[in-house]
């Protein structure tokens, strides 16, 4: 049976008032909670947006008139989960919610009804999304045009004119500053090919496919091709499948179930196809979703057993190299090195110590714990650009603990975080002595892979 014609509240109802039902109210969540310690209020906090979601799916409060702003500002770090001592699936309850007011506005859209004001920012900024998760993020080789386009803008002079004149600025803040920290990117031609299969270095472990992501592919294929190269020295052979896709996170994220199921189920045949034993990552949000792929496909058995069986497979290449190491390091690297936790890494995927131990076995390298590494950075996805006032709160607050660990290299393991590191570095004033990396180019470095 379809859902598409039951009204946004009934089908809120169906698929969370029970997850809803579970919490307890007891506060548990509340210390974990990035935007609730930001913001103090109620709305802003798991339990808060839990009683909204169980109002709107009981037809007692309007889905985006009361429930869609708490909800949007939530950046989905799902710490909550981790510390409810009764189990409430956050991350699924926030994804239903989000498909409920993705619903209700595009019933409003297609009965000419306003879901918000005419000509407001928000509707600038909803139509941008749209375009994005649409026209983009779903087609790699539009993907990987951008990455190119974006190496001829840096390349060119133009990102020097573009600064300079403020133009970017003036269209987006958000976007002016994240600008002003993206990596250098390679030349295409060194991104990893889809379809080629690299053979391991000595003694074959294992063959892995690897998942090349969207950005990472399009815009840091330089960390995917030094995560190849690791791969390699690990003992893996390497297939890039062919024909794999977006892993879905930002459309499931903002309510698109029927992309983000559309894009699973390409991911999922294009991997089955290697035959390989593990489907490694290495971004950690993108592992997140890749792991939880089996909740897409609910009540589609056929689909789900697949899914659940390609989540079973699906692996951060931290988890992987700490599994095969060592690692066959080259140099003494005279740092003292702190770590970030990707939230979804931690949080879902459930690796935390994987990363770490391989930043202490770095020889001559200093680890230094940050307090609060657990805690979000504020990236979440796109939340930085859609929120970034309220992203950069949580980030300047976070800059004050990673400051006291004398570090002159930051690690993390999700391309949006290392984003988001490298504009807290740059916002705190810490750029002269430290630098923000990928777990994966730390690695390569001590490696002596360039």
């Known amino acids: 049976m379809t859902t598409a014609h039951i009204p946004s509240a009934e089908k809120l109802r169906a698929s969370a008032h029970e997850d809803a039902n579970r919490c307890v109210q007891c506060g548990y969540c509340l210390p974990v909670c990035p935007t609730y310690a930001s913001m103090g209020k109620e709305t802003a906090s798991p339990r808060g947006r839990i009683n909204l979601v169980k109002l709107a799916a009981e037809g007692k409060i309007d889905i985006l008139e009361h429930m869609a702003g708490p909800l949007d500002l939530c950046l989905g770090c799902r710490a909550c989960e981790v510390a409810c001592p009764v189990g409430v699936p956050y991350g699924r309850l926030l994804e239903s919610a989000k498909e409920a007011i993705a619903d209700e506005i595009r019933r409003k859209s297609e009965s000419g009804e306003p879901d918000r004001p005419s000509g407001s920012a928000g509707s600038l900024k909803e139509g941008l999304k749209r375009a994005a998760l649409e026209h983009l993020f779903p087609h790699p080789g539009r993907l990987r045009l951008a990455g190119s386009l974006l190496r001829l803008y840096q390349k060119s002079g133009a990102a020097r004119l573009a600064r300079a004149s403020g133009v970017i600025r003036r269209i987006s803040p958000a976007m002016a500053a994240f600008e002003q920290v993206l990596p250098e990117a390679e030349s295409p031609r060194t991104r990893p090919k889809a379809g080629a299969r690299y053979p391991a270095v000595g003694e074959k472990k294992a063959t892995v496919a690897f998942f090349s992501g969207c950005l990472m592919d399009a815009m840091m294929h330089r960390v995917n091709r030094l995560s190849v190269e690791l ?136 680890y230094a714990e940050c307090e609060g ?49 490298k504009l807290g570095i740059k916002r705190s004033g810490l750029g002269g002595r430290m630098r923000a990396v990928h777990l994966v180019e730390a690695l390569a470095e001590a490696c002596g892979i360039e």
């Open 231 to 366: 791969l390699r020295l690990a003992g893996c052979e390497v297939v890039i499948p062919e024909h794999q896709k977006c892993c879905g996170a930002l459309h499931a994220h903002q309510g698109d179930m029927e992309t983000a199921r559309k894009l699973a189920g390409a991911n999922i045949a294009a991997f089955e196809a290697t035959g390989a034993d593990w489907y490694v990552n290495n971004a950690g949000g993108c592992g997140a979703m890749l792991q939880e792929y089996a909740l897409l496909f609910k009540g589609d058995a056929a689909m789900e057993e697949r899914a659940a069986a390609f989540a079973a497979k699906s692996r951060d290449i931290s988890w992987v190299l700490h599994r095969l190491g060592p690692l066959p390091f080259k140099k003494e690297w005279k740092v003292t090195i702190t770590y970030q936790d990707s939230c979804h890494l931690r949080n879902v995927q459930k690796v935390h110590e994987e990363p770490r131990a391989l930043i202490r076995s770095i020889p001559g390298a200093a």
């Open 373 to 421: 590494a657990e805690t979000c950075c504020a990236s979440g996805g796109i939340y930085n650009l859609l929120h970034f006032e309220e992203s950069m709160r949580i980030l300047d607050d976070k800059m004050l603990k990673v400051k006291d660990t004398n570090a002159s290299v930051l690690v993390t393991a999700n391309p949006g975080c290392l984003l988001q590191m």
